[in-house]
Every structure is written in C-alpha cells, then in structure tokens.
C-alpha cells in the first residue's frame, strides 16, 4: 500500500542480561539494593528465562506486526516494561529486532531518551546543524528553521554553551524543538514530556498536534493518557512484549486501566512475590471499607474510608513500635498522598501472629482517577519487614468533597483542599 510508511511484520527482541557475581559491594546500603533490584526485576517478568544465575535470556517483545499509513497519530501505551521503548528504538534504528522485519518511508526524527541525538560536546547551535544534517537536510534548510527552534526551547543565551552543561529541562527542550522543527515525515517521542514543566509540556504536545495535522506521523509513548487521547487517532496496547490491542485511543486506554485493575484484584496480597523486605512480617490481604464498614471497590472524594492491611507475623513474637505506611501514586507516578505511621506517633504493636491494621482516613481529599497503592511495612525504621510497591490500583470517581457539586479540576490537580476567599477594599483588618 503505497500510504504505509511503516510496516513491521513479526518482530521480537530479545536481551541477554549478564549478572556480575563476585562484585564488591561499597556498604551493605549498596548491597542491599542491588538485591532488591534484582529480586524485583525477576517478579515483575516471571518470563525471563534463567539460563544460570550469570545469564538470563528475556524477550522484550515478541511477535508484533502492525502497519502505520501517513498522517497516523499512534499513541503507544503499556505498563512498565511493556516493550513501547524497544519498540522505538527499533523504529528508530537505534537497536536491531532479534526476528522480524521493519519497512520505513520517510525521514524520522526521534527523541527517545534525555541524551539520544545529541552530542555531549558540542554547543546547542552545533548540535541543532548536526541533528538537520543526519535527517538529510541542508544548510539552508536548517537555517530557515534554526530561530523558530531555538524560541521554541527558549534556550537562546546558551546557544554556544556545550549541551553536556544543560540541565535536564533544557536538554529536552532543545532536543524536543529540533526533532519536531525540522520536519521529519515521523516524529517518535518517546515519554520524555514528563521532564519538562507544565508549560512546557503543553506547548509540546500543541506543536504535535500541529505536526499531525500537517499529515506527518507522529508515534508518542506516553503514560499521560489524558495527553494521548487527546493527540493520538489510534492506540496501540503493549501487553508484556506482545500487541495486546491496535485500536482507536480510547479502547487502548480502556484497556491499559482494565489490566492494571485485573492484576490488582487476580492477585492476593499473600501470593504477591514482587515484593521487597525481610518478609519477617507480610501483609496478605487489602481491603478498604466504607464509614459503616461495608467493603467498597472504588471511592468517593470527600467520604471517611478504613485502609485495612491483613499481616502475618513470621518472628511469632509480638513486635511493638512498627511502621506502616501506605502510599498512593498517581497515573504519572507521583505520590499524592502518604499516609504513615510516625508522622502522628501511632507506630504500632503487632501481635505475634497475625492480624489487622486498619487505616482511617476522613474527608479522602482526593480528585477524580485512577491511583496505585503501595504498602510499606518497617520495624522502628530499622529493617524493612515488606514492602509492595503496586498492592492494588484505586479509583476515585465522583463525591463531593468542596459540598458544592464541583470535582475540582481532576486533570489539573489531583489533591483537593478547601480554601476561603474573601475581597477587601483596604487592610484594615480585625485585630
Ligand atoms: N538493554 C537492555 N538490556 C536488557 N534488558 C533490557 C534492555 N532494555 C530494556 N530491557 C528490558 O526489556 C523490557 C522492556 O523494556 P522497555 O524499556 O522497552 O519497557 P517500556 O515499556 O518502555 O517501560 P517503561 O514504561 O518503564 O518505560 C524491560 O523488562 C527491560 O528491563
Ligand atoms: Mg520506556
């Protein structure tokens, strides 16, 4: 078909990861992380196939096809880990597949990771001239965009400064300017909105629309799924390596979420091996209850609700002075709230068994969305006793937390807070 221009047809890529064994470790702190991160790379993929404990073999993707036609707007989304950066970097060139066949028509421009594209030495105007040349363009042409892409990263004063000396902000606004400026017939962004700041981000995701809509294809690996649908006219899904869907944005997302709520619930707490810690004591099941104790799947801003862990205390002795602490993220994965023990001395005694921790929290002051929930288990600071990073996913939808009908601005601000205006004409004030 003469409108693909990109066509992939059974892909997969495969990793050999090398442990090192006899490393030495620097503290028992760099020890110990190693370890965790290991350990937790291993349970999030139960695929990756232990060939010994030196080498492993992982497939990052296996067996994807699709086809791309000119002017598509793909929106890639996935869990962690899904593959969509594999993905890219084989679009890119920047890796081969293991198997399978890619077909591109047109010159790419891509932004991949902070660092990709860019020559560390080299000063911004010289990179910009450098990344022109490499998508084939000439002088002239470079020259003809050069002041519309250094006002668009508003990096003018440090044109002639080495990149290597940029912060991370810069580096990306400059990197992001020069991959939609000079007009590649595809744009590949992958993710790398998050590190700049709001204003930023929205005049990115502006000029890709405006490349869209010059029927350029534009292929966004984003976990921003308000920024996808509102870019993309089509959603492909990565589930674990494989193409789990190839639709509109929507049904993508729809999916995404469904998936994140059918691992949260499949999976009790007690069975969960991606978790850290020395296991001493384990939270088995999570659970969360309403004022009246009636058990609820998803909350309401502005209601009173009971966060219940279930433990089992391995020491079979009772432990007093212990920590709990649980944590919600939000779809970017910042924490938005904590909740824990020590910041209001109520570290608790467990019994030497097993039992109950329950959490009260009044006026949730939580904003429309979905939420991940972690739960952190500590013996007075000391020793991490459990530690589950994704216990279950929450979502809150609808309450009336101000009283007046309003849900806030979800996609703006996801903490809601009361605030009490008043307009005064001089300071005289009470005393
Ligand atoms: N160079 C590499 N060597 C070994 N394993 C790798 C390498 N690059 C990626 N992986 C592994 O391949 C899997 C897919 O990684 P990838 O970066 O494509 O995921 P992703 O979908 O982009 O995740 P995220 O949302 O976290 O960015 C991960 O398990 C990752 O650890
Ligand atoms: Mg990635």
């Keep these: 078909m003469s409108d693909t221009v990109i066509k992939v047809e059974n892909i997969a890529k495969k990793y050999i990861l090398a442990h090192q064994q006899q490393e030495r470790y620097k503290s028992v702190r760099d020890s110990l992380t190693k370890k965790l991160k290991l350990l937790e790379d ?4 139960p695929g990756k196939k232990q060939l010994n404990p030196e080498r492993e073999e992982f497939w990052a993707l296996k067996d994807v096809s699709f086809e791309i036609k000119q002017g598509d707007r793909v929106g890639i989304i996935g869990r962690n880990g899904a593959g969509k950066s594999t993905l890219l970097k084989i679009l890119s060139r920047i890796t081969e597949p293991t198997k399978g066949r890619i077909n591109i028509k047109g010159r790419v421009a891509s932004l991949l990771e902070v660092g990709t594209g860019f020559h560390p030495e080299l000063t911004g105007r010289e ?92 292929l966004f690996v984003s976990h921003n799924m308000s920024a996808v649908e509102s870019l993309c006219s089509r959603g492909i899904y990565l589930d674990c390596g494989c193409l789990g869907l190839d639709t509109s944005p929507q049904a993508a997302i729809s999916r995404y979420l469904e998936n994140a709520y059918a691992l949260a619930d499949n999976v009790l707490l007690a069975n969960r091996t991606d978790r850290n ?56 994965g910042n924490t938005v ?9 109520s570290n608790l005694n467990l019994n030497a068994k097993a039992g109950y921790v329950r959490c009260k929290v009044s006026n949730l002051a939580l904003a ?20 589950i990073q994704d216990a279950a996913y929450i979502t809150v939808d609808g309450g009336d937390f ?14 809601l807070a009361k605030s009490e205006w008043l307009s005064v004409d001089s300071y005289e004030l009470e005393t």
């Design 368 to 387: 429309n969305g979905l939420y991940r929930f972690s739960v952190f288990i500590s013996h007075a600071d000391q020793e991490i006793l459990d530690f």
């Design 42 to 45: 291993k349970l999030r993929h």
């Design 127 to 218: 990179n910009i001239y450098l990344n022109g040349a490499i998508l084939g363009m000439g002088k002239k042409e470079i020259q003809r965009k050069f002041d519309e892409i250094v006002a668009f990263a508003e990096v003018e004063k440090f044109l002639d400064t080495p990149v290597k000396r940029y912060s991370s902000g810069m580096y990306v606004r400059l990197a992001f300017a020069v991959a939609a400026h000079l007009e590649p017939e595809i744009l590949i962004i992958d993710e790398v909105l998050a590190v700049g700041d709001a204003h930023f981000q929205k005049k990115c995701l502006g000029k890709m629309e405006d490349v869209g809509k010059e029927g350029r294809t534009v």
């Design 402 to 415: 101000f009283g007046t009908g309003s849900s806030g601005l979800p996609s703006h601000c996801k903490i």
């Design 337 to 345: 709230l904590l909740f824990r023990t020590n910041f209001t001395n």
């Design 277 to 332: 810690g020395s296991g001493k004591v384990r939270a088995i099941s999570f659970r969360v209850f309403d004022a009246k104790y009636k058990e609820v799947s998803s909350l309401q801003s502005g209601k009173d609700y009971y966060f219940e862990v279930g433990y089992l205390n391995y020491t079979e002795k009772a432990l007093s002075n212990v920590v709990f602490s649980f944590d919600f993220f939000d779809e970017k």
